[in-house]
């Protein structure tokens, strides 16, 4: 049996896959078990040569890769593009932590040497999403293949082409075969099977929080470590005495990025009531003139949305909004009329105005091009409102003044916090919600922590302390 994945802009057939199988999990895992041992056995430094390699073949390869990106997910080229390149640099920068990195020593009292070593899990898992499939494959393959382990992964029914791409090339670059498997299909099949396998000793998994729930729950039943990254309702918050200018474009440019499908995406919009007037009528102007199209015509900002399901979510939440008059669409607010979209998944750019706190639209992750906005009377409102969330991914904070940067970073409830940006995440610092956004981080040697098992060994060197 096979699936079909298609284009979003035009819902041409690009490819038809296996809609792999719980017997097929089982397959992957004898081969990623029969890899183990020779490469766990290999030093750090050696696996890293392996991505280092894999990382010049991307780079090498960035075009190609960047049109099968845009072509299966919808996102304009100049976006894949970034994606490529920063998949090549994430794998480079695994190649490059040298070895042990992790590791610690303490000379203690009585002659005791203690070292702490990690060491890999072993045979382990990967679920990943169809929004970023090329950088998150980069983050969950790059740490776990550094650590020692070998690796199942389940890419997106959405993305599935970009990963499988990916995985040949680290074949091409020397990373023998079993060490990393794919296998495409359902994820309430093939997906399931992986976390329930029993010789999956870790599951990484990013996508949303229903799904995230359910992997954690049957997780469970075998104590098998997991890491969640389930998205987020990232809050903006403009002071008033905030870059204006820069303000804006980074609200236009960090919501609407990917069709406003990442997960740190800025979903909610908290403005200074003072220089709320202006702002709307700028941010009016800027959204309009944010061009839709297909990923691959010169100029266009707003792709087609991934899925069908994914606009119809969105549109169900405006539409809701709307009718409950829990703010005032500026512009956008449905699906464009023209026949020129209408193949594809696509979705007009929304500002609403005066969102209600309670609206849906604040409450959930709304994952595609529609900018709520809300606007604060004084900071002690805006860190209230940007908390009143169940996720708690990122956020950010725009103003001039040291002083209330400080006060925002401490006080606001997220993994990670910018300061005049927003949506920046690079691979030396790690990534992480609190709250319901997700358990553990991905990232910098805190990702090669989560992919170790951490083993403690104490050495006695003197007969004094016996
Ligand atoms: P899912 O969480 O369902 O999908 C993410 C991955 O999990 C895919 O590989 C999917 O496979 C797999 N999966 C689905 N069900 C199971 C299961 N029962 N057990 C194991 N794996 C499973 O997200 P959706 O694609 O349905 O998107 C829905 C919403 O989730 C979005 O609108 C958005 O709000 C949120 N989301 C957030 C992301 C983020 O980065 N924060 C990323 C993706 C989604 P398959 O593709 O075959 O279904």
Known sequence: MTFEVRDPASGEVLARLPLGTR???????????????EWSARTMRERGRVLERAAALVRARV?????????????????????IRGTANVLEYYSGISANAADEFHRLSGGIDAFVLCRPIGVTGAIIPWNMPAL??????????????????????GAPLTPLSLAQILGEAGLPAGALNLVTGAGEEVGEALVLEPRIRKISF????????????????????????LGGSDPMIICADADFNRAISGAVAHRFYNCGQVCTSVKRLFVHESIAPALEA??????????????????????????????????????????????????????PRS???????????????????????????????VLPVTSFTDMDQAIALANDSPYGLGASVWTSDP???????????????????????????????????????????????????SKSILINKGIESL
């Open 206 to 229: 990013t996508g949303s929080l229903e799904t995230g729930r359910r992997i954690y729950s049957l997780a469970a039943q075998e104590i098998k470590r997991v890491t969640l990254e």
């Open 282 to 335: 700028r941010l009016e102007n800027a959204v309009t003139a944010l061009q839709m199209g297909r990923g691959t015509d010169p100029g266009v900002r707003i792709g087609p949305m991934n899925s069908h399901s994914g606009r119809t979510r969105v549109a169900c939440l405006v539409d809701e909004a709307v009718e409950r008059e829990e703010g005032r669409v500026l512009c956008g607010g449905q699906v």
């Open 403 to 453: 002083r209330t940067a400080r006060d925002a970073i401490e006080r606001l409830q997220a993994g990670i916090v910018w300061v005049n940006h927003h949506t920046k995440v690079p691979p030396e610092v790690p990534f992480g919600g609190v709250k319901q956004s997700g358990l553990g981080r991905e990232n910098g040697l805190q990702a090669i922590q989560a992919w170790s098992e």
């Open 63 to 83: 075009g190609q890769l960047a049109r099968q990106l845009t072509a299966e997910q919808g996102k304009p080229l100049r976006e894949a593009t970034d994606e």
């Open 339 to 369: 026949n020129k979209f209408a193949a594809g998944n696509f979705y007009e750019p929304t500002l609403i105005m005066d969102v209600v706190p309670g609206s849906r639209l604040l409450r959930e992750e709304v994952f595609g091009p």
């Open 23 to 37: 017997e097929d999990i089982g397959t992957a895992v004898e081969a990623a078990e029969a890899a183990l041992p």
């Open 136 to 157: 998150i494959f980069g983050w969950k393959v790059g740490a776990a293949l550094l650590a020692g382990n070998t690796l199942v992964l389940k890419p997106a029914s």
